[in-house]
């Protein structure tokens, strides 16, 4: 499985490293420790946070563009999520972010695989890292993240006797987001699916059109954040980056964005200096495009009984969405929640919204939440698809709600 590097700073609130997950395959992990003036970090719960993508790198844009200690200037976040929690960000799937492989074959290309190899980094973390062992954990995600955290938290609950924790260890628990869009697919192409011979280009165009059609009638819309304009893709990037038109459009949308030059300059320049430990040929982001290409096969197809699984366990599973988002929107998340086998769906679907407030003084709406037993839905109003980025208070009163601080 290979060895954690750790390389802590002057301060020792924060150390990073490599795991091997498997020959040829290795992932970048960075954890950043609890920072509360009146609580130790061991009286906090541990939080994971996945990036979507896939290929997008949650230590860059998870950490410095939403919930990390420094924003992409550098400068001292006010939202932190450190406040309630130890934060633990993970380059997943291997050749996201710093993460990166050695040989072509060694890319995942199923949840399976994506799943696995989080196995593999969370028993040598916590092998490591023994402190961590006695606190609630949850996995926190965005956009295609959800899809990955619903894999990873159920291996994670089968397996835990694999994992070696030792003392009162409380996990795992996990928040699910930014699942709408993949999970909820038209009927009548559902009822094509089986005819398809699990080639999904079809579904691809079906998406490209879709986006194609929504762009060019709205002036250029982002999809992350319906009041904003996208940034134009130039044409030769598209040309020298990408083989396969079908997949353009698709990891434009959902990879490109996370890369933004600016990030990217932070990522290789300052950062690899600081890190110490990144490979001369590694560079941050540089494998993305063929991640997402690796996990082809694998975008399309619905996990929803994955989360009912979940859901079975008696495990809480929380769903969080950005009013403003257009590529994983409201109203496809509550659609594929209402598919949900779960026995108590009914009584939560019955339930009103409850309005939420992230500043106590005023009387503006910041959130909506449902709640019934082990499932909860956050509709965060003035977000789009990157919440905290977006909402940063409102990010963080839910996260210290759904890790019942609040």
Same mark, same amino acid.
């Given at each position: 499985s290979g060895a954690v590097i750790d390389w802590p700073t002057d301060e020792g609130k924060e150390v990073w490293g490599y795991v091997t997950?498997?020959?040829d395959a290795h992932m970048f992990w960075w954890l950043y420790y609890a920072t509360n003036p009146c609580k130790n970090f061991s009286e906090l719960p541990l939080v994971m946070w996945l990036q979507g993508g896939p290929g997008g790198s949650s230590t860059g844009f998870g950490n410095f563009e939403e919930i990390g200690p420094l924003d992409r200037d550098l400068k001292p976040r006010r939202t932190t999520w450190l406040q309630a929690a130890?934060?633990?960000f993970?380059?997943?799937?291997?050749?996201?972010?710093?993460?990166?492989?050695?040989?072509?074959?060694?890319?995942? &290309?199923?949840?399976?695989? +994506?799943? #696995?190899?989080?196995?593999?980094l969370l028993k040598t973390f916590f092998d490591c890292h023994k402190e961590f062992q006695t606190v609630p954990f949850y996995i926190f995600s965005e956009s295609y993240g959800g899809k990955m955290a619903a894999g990873i938290a159920l291996e994670l609950y089968k397996g835990p006797a694999c994992l070696a924790f030792s003392g009162g260890y &409380?996990?795992?628990?996990? +928040?699910? #987001?930014?699942?709408?869009?993949?999970?909820?697919?038209p009927t009548k192409l559902e009822m094509t699916l089986s005819g398809l011979s699990n080639d999904v280009a079809v579904l691809y165009r079906v998406r490209k059109a879709t986006y194609t059609f929504l762009f060019q009638n709205t002036d250029g819309v982002n999809f992350y954040n319906i009041l904003t304009k996208s940034a134009p893709v130039s044409a030769m990037k598209s040309s020298l980056e990408f083989t396969q038109s079908h997949l353009v459009p698709l990891c434009q949308r959902h990879v490109r964005h996370l890369q933004s030059d600016a990030l990217s300059e932070l990522m290789n320049g300052p950062i690899r200096k600081k890190l110490k430990i990144i490979p001369e040929d590694c560079s941050w982001g540089g494998q993305a495009t063929n991640v997402f290409m690796n996990m082809e096969r694998d975008f399309m197809k619905p996990v929803i009984s994955?989360?009912?699984a979940l859901l079975e366990t008696g495990l809480n599973v929380t769903v969080y969405n950005g009013q403003l988002d257009l590529i994983v929107d409201t109203m496809g998340q509550e659609?594929?929640?209402?598919?949900?086998?779960?026995?108590?769906?009914?009584?939560?679907?019955?339930?009103k919204w409850k309005a939420l407030y992230s500043d106590p003084k005023s009387s503006e709406t910041s959130a909506f939440v449902k709640s019934y037993?082990?499932?909860?839905?956050?509709w965060i109003l003035r977000a789009?698809?990157?919440?905290p980025s977006d909402q940063g208070d409102m990010a963080l009163k839910m996260m210290r709600m759904v890790t019942q601080q609040e």
């Amino acid at each position: 499985s290979g060895a954690v590097i750790d390389w802590p700073t002057d301060e020792g609130k924060e150390v990073w490293g490599y795991v091997t997950v498997r020959e040829d395959a290795h992932m970048f992990w960075w954890l950043y420790y609890a920072t509360n003036p009146c609580k130790n970090f061991s009286e906090l719960p541990l939080v994971m946070w996945l990036q979507g993508g896939p290929g997008g790198s949650s230590t860059g844009f998870g950490n410095f563009e939403e919930i990390g200690p420094l924003d992409r200037d550098l400068k001292p976040r006010r939202t932190t999520w450190l406040q309630a929690a130890s934060l633990l960000f993970v380059d997943n799937p291997v050749g996201s972010g710093f993460s990166y492989v050695n040989k072509s074959d060694a890319y995942a &290309k199923d949840l399976a695989t +994506v799943a #696995s190899d989080m196995m593999v980094l969370l028993k040598t973390f916590f092998d490591c890292h023994k402190e961590f062992q006695t606190v609630p954990f949850y996995i926190f995600s965005e956009s295609y993240g959800g899809k990955m955290a619903a894999g990873i938290a159920l291996e994670l609950y089968k397996g835990p006797a694999c994992l070696a924790f030792s003392g009162g260890y &409380k996990g795992p628990w996990w +928040v699910l #987001s930014g699942l709408g869009s993949i999970l909820s697919l038209p009927t009548k192409l559902e009822m094509t699916l089986s005819g398809l011979s699990n080639d999904v280009a079809v579904l691809y165009r079906v998406r490209k059109a879709t986006y194609t059609f929504l762009f060019q009638n709205t002036d250029g819309v982002n999809f992350y954040n319906i009041l904003t304009k996208s940034a134009p893709v130039s044409a030769m990037k598209s040309s020298l980056e990408f083989t396969q038109s079908h997949l353009v459009p698709l990891c434009q949308r959902h990879v490109r964005h996370l890369q933004s030059d600016a990030l990217s300059e932070l990522m290789n320049g300052p950062i690899r200096k600081k890190l110490k430990i990144i490979p001369e040929d590694c560079s941050w982001g540089g494998q993305a495009t063929n991640v997402f290409m690796n996990m082809e096969r694998d975008f399309m197809k619905p996990v929803i009984s994955i989360v009912d699984a979940l859901l079975e366990t008696g495990l809480n599973v929380t769903v969080y969405n950005g009013q403003l988002d257009l590529i994983v929107d409201t109203m496809g998340q509550e659609a594929w929640v209402r598919k949900l086998k779960w026995p108590e769906l009914p009584k939560f679907n019955q339930l009103k919204w409850k309005a939420l407030y992230s500043d106590p003084k005023s009387s503006e709406t910041s959130a909506f939440v449902k709640s019934y037993k082990n499932l909860a839905f956050y509709w965060i109003l003035r977000a789009g698809h990157m919440v905290p980025s977006d909402q940063g208070d409102m990010a963080l009163k839910m996260m210290r709600m759904v890790t019942q601080q609040e």
